[in-house]
């Protein structure tokens, strides 16, 4: 009887112990709850007082690009660059650059697509192959200010998005000379002299 009882428990425990080792698992991986993984990020969502020194969002393709957008904005109808650059909507509503960029390898940019927003804009996203490259060109070539990830940049089509945007994780790369950043905003260096990275966004 005693020994029957002393299996019993045993085997009862080693169930607990298996139970518990399976539940450690229920929070791995870096998927976004419904299986879906898009772009990793190190800033968490709803928080738009991220310094921009947080680990930058990363992607791997482009669709991974839109997925992260549309968690905080929209990013509609995925289109090729070139595809939207021949099509009726870029006539009233153009996209960021053209697509030769694609071609030169001073911009270090890997493929370029335009989505649409809510609010009837056109954003454009950059997937990159070298961020320096890109920085290097967009100081050359005067183009101001764009939002970035580690590995992607996004050009908003309008202010409703980068508004929402805020909260993405996502910093400006400024280089302007004459952009004023206000005080109380994060200033750090970017990779090439002349612009810098802020959580400071100008509509």
């Known amino acids: ?5 002393a299996i019993t428990i045993g085997a009862l425990l080693l169930m607990s112990a298996s139970m ?13 709850g419904d299986g879906k993984s898009g772009a990793s990020a190190g800033a968490g969502k ?15 393709d482009m669709a991974s690009v839109a997925y992260y957008l ?8 995925l289109t090729p660059g070139a595809e939207y650059d021949d099509s009726s909507l870029a006539d009233h509503d ?7 960029m ?4 001073a911009w270090g940019i890997k493929e370029r697509a335009v989505c649409r927003d809510n609010y009837d804009d056109s954003s454009t996203l950059l997937l990159l192959s070298d961020m320096k490259k890109f920085q290097t060109s967009m100081h050359a070539e005067n183009y101001g200010s764009i939002l970035i990830g580690k ?3 996004v050009a908003p089509g309008g202010a409703e998005t980068i508004e929402d945007l805020k909260a ?14 206000p005080s109380g905003y994060k200033q750090e260096p970017a990779q090439v002299d002349g612009c810098v990275l802020t959580n400071y966004y100008a509509n």
């Open 1 to 5: 009887m005693r020994i029957r009882r």
């Open 20 to 32: 518990t080792a399976c539940g450690g698992d229920s929070d791995a991986g870096n998927s976004d």
């Open 46 to 60: 709803g928080d738009s007082s991220q310094a921009a020194g947080t680990k930058l969002p990363e992607a791997s």
């Open 70 to 77: 549309n968690q905080y904005g929209s990013c509609l109808d």
């Open 94 to 100: 153009p996209a960021w650059g053209d697509e030769k």
């Open 102 to 105: 694609t071609g030169e390898p």
């Open 151 to 153: 590995d992607f940049a």
């Open 168 to 181: 993405s994780g996502l910093v400006a790369l400024s280089c302007d000379p004459e952009r004023q950043i």
